[in-house]
T-cell receptor
Framework: EAGVAQSPRYKIIEKRQSVAFWCNPISGHATLYWYQQILGQGPKLLIQFQNNGVVDDSQLPKDRFSAERLKGVDSTLKIQPAKLEDSAVYLC???????????FGAGSRLTVL | GDSVTQMEGPVTLSEEAFLTINCTYTATGYPSLFWYVQYPGEGLQLLLK?????DKGSNKGFEATYRKETTSFHLEKGSVQVSDSAVYFCALSDGGGSARQLTFGSGTQLTVLP
C-alpha cells in the first residue's frame, strides 16, 4: 500500500514569513497526527484528527499554528508568522481508528532564518 | 503526565557487538510500548511493540520485554550490523479508543562500524 505522503520535503523561510505543509495519509486511515521533531529531541504531538474533527490540539501554539483536514483525508499544517524556534521536522502520521500503530511520512524539514 | 526516558547517545559499536538501549517510562494507566527506528532521510518506522506486562516484542533480531515492575522496555540485539545504524525511539501509547497518541523519548543515535 502507498505510504503517508508529505510535501514539501524541505523549506527555508525567513522569520515572520508563512509556510504550509501538506499530508496525504494512508487510504482508509481515519486518524491523522502532526508531530514536531526538533533536532536532538523526540517527536512532540501538535494535533490529532479523527476524520475531519480535532481530537487533541492542546500542544498546538494556536497563535501561529493552524491545521485543517476539511474532507477527512488530506491535511494542511500552516505556520504564520514563523519564528526561529519553529525550525524542525514536521511529521505526519496516520492510523486506523482506535489502532495504536502509527505509520509516519518522511517529514517536512523547516529551517527558519 | 506520561513520559519516556531513553539512554542518551550517541552509541557507537563494532559490527557483531551486543546492543542494549535502555528505556523507562512513566504512565498513569497501562500503556502499550513501542520502539520506532528512523533511518537517515526517512520517516519513523515501527520496529516492535508490546501491549501488556511480560510481553516480548521482536523484529529483525531486535527484542524488548515489557517490564511493569521496573517500568522498562529496553531494546536489545545480539549482533548488530552496519545497516542497523539509525536513531531509535522508545514510545508509549496510553490513550483509549480514538484518542491513542504516542509519547516519545528523545531518541538514541546508533552507529555501527564495520
Amino acid at each position: 500500500e502507498a505510504g503517508v505522503a508529505q510535501s514539501p520535503r524541505y523549506k527555508i523561510i525567513e522569520k515572520r514569513q508563512s509556510v504550509a505543509f501538506w499530508c496525504n495519509p494512508i487510504s482508509g486511515h481515519a486518524t491523522l497526527y502532526w508531530y514536531q521533531q526538533i533536532l536532538g529531541q523526540g517527536p512532540k504531538l501538535l494535533i490529532q484528527f479523527q476524520n475531519n474533527g480535532v481530537v487533541d490540539d492542546s500542544q498546538l501554539p494556536k497563535d501561529r499554528f493552524s491545521a485543517e483536514r476539511l474532507k477527512g483525508v488530506d491535511s494542511t499544517l500552516k505556520i504564520q508568522p514563523a519564528k526561529l524556534e519553529d525550525s524542525a521536522v514536521y511529521l505526519c502520521a496516520s492510523s486506523q481508528s482506535g489502532a495504536n500503530v502509527l505509520t509516519f511520512g518522511a517529514g517536512s524539514r523547516l529551517t527558519v532564518l | 503526565g506520561d513520559s519516556v526516558t531513553q539512554m542518551e547517545g550517541p552509541v557507537t559499536l563494532s559490527e557483531e557487538a551486543f546492543l542494549t538501549i535502555n528505556c523507562t517510562y512513566t504512565a498513569t494507566g497501562y500503556p502499550s510500548l513501542f520502539w520506532y527506528v528512523q533511518y537517515p532521510g526517512e520517516g519513523l518506522q515501527l520496529l516492535l511493540k508490546a501491549t501488556k506486562a511480560d510481553d516480548k516484542g521482536s523484529n529483525k533480531g531486535f527484542e524488548a520485554t515489557y517490564r511493569k515492575e521496573t517500568t522498562s522496555f529496553h531494546l536489545e540485539k545480539g549482533s548488530v550490523q552496519v545497516s542497523d545504524s539509525a536513531v531509535y525511539f522508545c514510545a508509549l501509547s496510553d490513550g483509549g479508543g480514538s484518542a491513542r497518541q504516542l509519547t516519545f523519548g528523545s531518541g538514541t543515535q546508533l552507529t555501527v562500524l564495520p
